[in-house]
């Protein structure tokens, strides 16, 4: 018996489940379909600006959550669940909240559409109202110009009988100054004659004035050649002067190497003095100045920055024996001895004093005279 009512509870409740999924669609509540209208209105107005489409999924959405949750928490007895209801109405009132957005966005997209559409037509209005007022201005100014015509007319037909009156008056006077220019006439003739008169005595003046500037200009000319010779003459004193200054330097200068001591050998544009080698360096090594040598060398020093136009060539030479003593690089090393000792005593730029070891090939005396042939030879060279 248990057995038989189980199996009949069991077969009710398959046939109310059939008939459930079979059954109509339930009748949702006013907040549930209000917000579906609300919903399908925006969709419309989506569809039509075709824009949109992602707010109203959106609301799609919320709309279908709320029938599902509606339909999911609905009781057998066809009543909702009291409990469920606040998520309904939640996603009901979401619903209509995302389709009130819509269609406000539409109203407002329409409303710039149509905003726009009276703002293109308020500037063809004003482009109208400007072509009218051009007009207006223009037959204003035809009507202003009119007006100064007629004025100007009637300015000119005052003006054409003021100058009929002037006119008779200038006849008058015409007929009276022709009466003067016949005499004026005979007045010219009589002063053309007294002017071809003049005329020939401007040409004589013409002449002797032609005269006068050839002879003003030749004046000039002496005039010129006289400064020329003075000024030559001035530059040839000067020339002059400056090779008296010359050679009076260049005779203060040999002076002043005579007193040097040696043997003195004047060229064209150099002097040399010949010293005996063992005046200027100590034998037999010739590696140090003798006390002589370096009051020479001071002597030489302070020619050399009293006249700065010389510069100045040493040369050592050698002769006789040892060989090794007297060949072309002991000489060379004599040489360079000398000028470092000339550059410390007179500070000089090294270019100043130039040195040479020449050994034992140029002899001036026989094979008697070593000391005569050892010998240093100082140059002044003018730069």
Not at 6 to 18: H, M, P, Q, S
Not at 62 to 89: C, H, Q
Not at 97 to 125: H, P
Not at 180 to 191: F, G
Request: aromatic share 4%.
């Amino acid at each position: 018996m248990k057995t038989y009512v189980v199996r009949l509870a069991i077969t009710a409740l398959v046939l109310l489940g059939y008939a459930a999924a079979h059954a109509e669609e339930p009748l949702f509540p006013v907040y549930v379909r209000n917000a579906r209208n609300l919903v399908e209105q925006a969709e419309v107005k989506s569809m039509e600006l075709n824009r949109f489409t992602d707010e109203i999924l959106i609301a799609r959405n919320f709309i279908k959550n709320s029938e599902s949750e509606y339909k999911k928490n609905m009781g057998w007895s066809g009543k909702l669940d009291p409990a469920a209801e606040p998520t309904v109405r939640y996603f009901a009132v979401m619903a209509e909240i995302q389709a009130s957005i819509v269609l406000a966005k539409a109203g407002k997209s329409a409303q710039d559409k149509e905003r726009s559409r009276l703002e293109q037509q308020l500037v063809e209005v004003k482009s109208k109202i400007k072509v009218f007022d051009d007009k207006n201005a223009e037959i204003a100014a035809i009507k202003k110009g009119i007006t100064e015509l007629n004025s100007a007319l009637l300015a000119m037909k005052d003006e054409k009988d003021h100058l009929a009156t002037r006119l008779a008056a200038q006849d008058s006077e015409i007929t009276a100054k022709s009466t003067v220019l016949a005499s004026a006439e005979r007045r010219v003739a009589l002063l053309s004659s007294d002017l071809e008169s003049c005329v020939n005595t401007l040409a004589d003046s013409e002449r002797k004035a032609l005269q006068l500037e050839k002879a003003l200009s030749e004046i000039d000319r002496l005039k010129a050649d006289l400064a020329s010779l003075a000024a030559a003459k001035g530059m040839a004193e000067n020339q002059s002067r400056k090779q008296i200054e010359a050679l009076n330097r260049q005779k203060d200068f040999a002076v002043a190497i005579g007193k040097l001591g040696g043997a003195i050998k004047a060229g064209s544009d150099t002097m040399t003095v010949t010293f005996v080698r063992s005046v200027m360096l100590k034998a037999p090594k010739n590696d140090t100045l003798t006390a002589d040598g370096g009051k020479i060398l001071q002597r030489i020093s302070e020619l050399l920055i009293q006249y700065p136009e010389y510069r100045v060539k040493l040369k050592v030479h050698g002769f006789g024996q040892p060989a090794k003593n007297e060949d072309v690089s002991a000489t060379d090393r004599m040489a360079r001895l000398i000028r470092e000792a000339l550059l410390t005593k007179g500070k000089f730029d090294p270019a100043t004093v130039e040195a040479l070891g020449a050994g034992s090939v140029e002899p001036i005396y026989p094979k008697t005279n070593p000391e005569g042939n050892r010998r240093l030879e100082v140059t002044f060279v003018k730069r």
